[in-house]
């Protein structure tokens, strides 16, 4: 399917623009620490886990050529704690939200 590309040569900066509009919707509709999404963009959400994945996939669906929708997922590895997350999340304080 041409409107669906796999991205395998690791540019994912044409997810940019829909990452950035995916973190303020999630901070419109955030009822518990919408103040988290402050810090959450492209660059530092999106890019910095591809980045320091052990395995990314990013798959993105175009219309006429522009990126309309992305699929996103990673392997990383994180410590086993109940408070624990990812090196990338900007999360000072994550028992603040529990």
């Not at 990126?67 to 994550?94: C, D, H, L, Q, R």
Request: proline share 4%.
């Amino acid at each position: 399917m041409e409107n669906i590309t796999i991205i395998k040569d690791g540019n994912i900066e044409q997810c940019r623009e829909l990452c950035n509009e995916l973190m303020a919707f999630q901070k419109s509709m955030a009822t518990i620490g919408p103040e988290i999404f402050d810090a959450m963009n492209f660059d530092t959400r999106m890019k910095k886990s591809y980045e320091s994945a052990i395995d990314s996939q990013v798959i993105v669906v175009k219309d006429n050529g522009f990126p309309v929708g992305y699929v996103f997922s990673t392997i990383e590895n994180i410590e086993s704690s109940k408070n624990t997350v990812p090196e990338w999340a900007p999360v000072e304080n994550i028992e603040h939200y529990e």
